[in-house]
């Protein structure tokens, strides 16, 4: 079966998880039966994607239309042979029970088109297991959506033993197609990436406070606010559900062996039924309390390398054991779990020499097996780290200048330099390594003649960028000097863009907040999508925009303005910034990287000599009235005496187009 074939999706399953993937579904355009085992059950999936086509119309990220036309395909069904009739792709979502599974699937290959593809969203169980009860094995593998499906990126498609080539890249195209990431996990591992990577991490942060050797808090603090992850351990226990996580460590234990036997503490609260937020109280209280109060300066070095070691084995064991590469288990763990780095990286900057010799102090300490170091981590931590020497390259296809890229994506086509903030799974949010990056990009794209214009945006649909990537400056601590040159590293970064001699454009789509908005004030025209929403939140956060935002921000909308939107904290939508002067055009969503493409284009073809001049005097004018006049004469007359200016008269004389070459 092609993808041009598939036509009707039929999930099984209307719960959070199914009715969730059901709606992406109908969104990229595909007839979805939704099914479920009574009327009640069915309904109430199909209202929840009812109610949430209704909230992204609301927040302008899709049309009426577009809502009522998904929600026009979507057929929900109670009788399983009703729901399988036309079948081209059948998603399985029950409950996480490898009997309950196969029970399913004894039903629907009754029932199911011979052609039918059979994928399951399980998120740990054996994918061979659950195929061999199928009469296609071939074409069964596992798609696995995060939770929620309509907001995360990541599907892990996961091969069994018997799948095939033919189904792995139909089901990656089908992902891709409803506007997922898909990797591959190309063996069935127990947990797949994300689980092996996150389950034995809070499973170790459990065995740390069962032990003494550290309080709660103090691994919550320093796993949110030292290795910068999206959630303390426990924190993140309780959001997912203790309960669940604990299932899989107990999957994981009778298949992989003693080195994922569940701590007693996560089997306490489970018996007691503490299960994390979905029950009010977990390891936090959520009903009493405030929920997760996580210090922030609690950091344990100790326990960070604890942790860090776990993680590295993890990893190594997924590398090593062929089921995914360092790549994909970083771009995995960082679109699955919002990780800020993935964990090789992350692994690798703490050093795996360091990382070993902390597996095998606990090794000998405690006897127990989740401390051996896999042959391969040892392997890696000898030849210098997962990768090597690290990172990988990025330059023109002619072997031009190159830079490590993690975070920010950069290409030239067309004349156009595009540099594009890659982090969607946290928001396009700006750190001091996406500085970095951004200080290198503009360098690199400045140094390259054959690049007239600069396009900046981010990636994905929900932000240009956020804002400054807060929980990375807290694990720096609240030290003033730190946050000083944080706030100049900033300001010189943005400042390059600002200055650059080529003009700069930046496409806002989503948010654009606080550093994300003073990043944008530094270009030199701004389109934005209707959708768009712009401001400097600082104040309400007890900040002050530090990357140069109180100083441009009134040069482009005047002081006035300026005070307004920064001292308020308030956020604006695209129109109102057009009508204060800091949004050049507005234009639908669906049109802004077509008309952010043809306007930087155009400024491309334009004459980078007097470009330059032009910007020089307009900012030598700022300050200066007699400064600004002066570099405008200069200017004027140097491309008296230019071939672009010959090229430009000449073609105005013949009602030409000109050719300007910048000479």
């Not at 091969?159 to 189904?167: F, M, P």
């Not at 999508?529 to 104040?539: A, D, F, N, T, V």
Request: proline share 4%; with cysteine; aromatic share 6%.
């Amino acid at each position: 079966m092609k993808l041009e074939d598939v036509q009707r999706v039929t999930v099984l399953g209307a719960g959070n998880m199914g009715h969730g993937i059901a709606e992406v579904a109908a969104l990229a355009g595909y007839d979805v039966s939704l099914r479920d085992i009574n009327e009640e059950l069915v309904q109430k999936g199909y209202d929840q994607i009812e109610w949430s086509l209704g909230k992204l119309a609301e927040k302008d990220r899709i049309g009426d239309d577009e809502a009522d036309a998904a929600l026009d395909r979507v057929d929900a069904f109670v009788e399983l042979e009703d729901a399988l009739d036309g079948a081209d792709v059948v998603v399985e979502v029950v409950p996480e029970k490898m009997a309950i599974k196969k029970d399913v699937y004894d039903d629907v290959v009754a029932h199911a088109p011979d052609e039918a593809v059979f994928v399951t969203n399980t998120s740990s169980l054996s994918i061979t297991e659950l195929s061999e009860v199928t009469d296609r094995p071939e074409r069964f593998c596992g798609m696995h959506f995060f939770n929620p499906p309509v907001r995360m990126d990541l599907v892990e498609v996961i091969s069994g033993k018997h799948t095939s080539e033919e189904t792995l890249e139909l089901i990656e195209g089908l992902a891709e197609s409803m506007g997922k990431t898909p990797v591959r996990v190309r063996k069935d591992s127990p947990g797949f990436i994300v689980n092996r990577i996150l389950v034995p991490l809070m499973n170790e942060a459990a065995w740390i406070v069962e032990s003494g050797d550290a309080t709660m808090e103090a691994v919550d603090s320093t796993t949110k606010f030292d290795m910068g992850l999206p959630m303390g351990s426990f924190e993140l226990a309780d959001q997912v559900g203790i309960d669940v996580g604990y299932h899989v460590l107990e999957y994981m234990h009778e298949v992989l062996g003693d080195a994922y036997r569940p701590c007693p503490l996560l089997g306490e609260k489970v018996e007691a039924e503490d299960l994390g937020k979905k029950t009010g109280k977990g390891f936090y209280d959520y009903e009493d309390g405030d929920g997760a109060q996580i210090p922030s300066d609690a950091l344990d070095d100790d326990v960070r390398r604890r942790l860090l070691a776990v993680m590295a084995n993890e990893t190594a064991g997924l590398i090593g054991n062929d089921v995914a590469d360092a790549d994909d288990v970083d771009e995995a763990v960082k679109l699955g779990a919002g990780f800020p780095d993935g964990p090789a990286k992350l692994a690798d900057e703490e050093g795996l020499d360091a990382l070993v010799e902390t597996l095998d102090a606990l090794a000998e300490e405690t006897g127990e097996a989740r401390y051996e170091a896999t042959d391969y981590l040892r392997e890696a931590a000898a030849s210098g780290g997962f990768r090597g020497d690290g990172g990988g390259d990025a330059g023109d296809a002619e072997g031009g200048p190159t830079f490590e890229v993690l975070n920010v994506d950069v290409d030239a086509d067309a004349r156009v330099g595009h540099v594009e903030i890659d982090r969607p799974h946290r928001m396009n949010t700006i750190s001091g390594d996406v500085l970095d990056e951004l200080a290198d990009a503009i360098d690199l794209l400045d140094g390259d003649d054959d690049v007239r214009a600069i396009l900046l945006s981010g990636a994905g649909d929900r932000a240009f960028s956020a804002g400054a990537d807060v929980q990375s400056m807290a694990a720096g601590g609240a030290d003033p000097i730190h946050a000083v040159e944080l706030s100049r590293q900033g300001q010189q970064t943005f400042g390059k863009f600002e200055e650059s001699d080529k003009p700069v454009i930046a496409a806002i789509d989503g948010y654009c907040l606080g550093g994300g908005m003073e990043l944008a004030t530094a270009a030199d025209m701004r389109i934005a999508s209707e959708r768009s929403e712009l401001g400097q939140p600082e104040l309400d956060l007890g900040l002050l925009p530090g990357w140069g935002g109180t100083q441009r921000l009134a040069r482009v909308v005047g002081e006035g303005r300026a005070k307004e939107i920064i001292l308020t904290a308030d956020r604006y939508d695209a129109e109102t910034m057009a009508d204060y002067g800091f949004v050049n055009e507005v234009v639908p969503g669906d049109e802004l990287d077509e008309r952010a493409q043809e306007l930087a284009e155009q400024l491309a073809g334009g004459p980078p000599i007097a470009q330059k001049y032009t910007k020089r005097a307009i900012h030598a004018g700022r300050t200066d009235n007699e400064a600004g006049l002066e570099v405008e004469a200069m200017g004027f007359g140097h491309v008296m005496n230019t071939d672009d200016l010959i090229e430009g008269v000449t073609a105005f004389m013949g009602d030409g187009e000109p050719e300007f070459e910048g000479k």
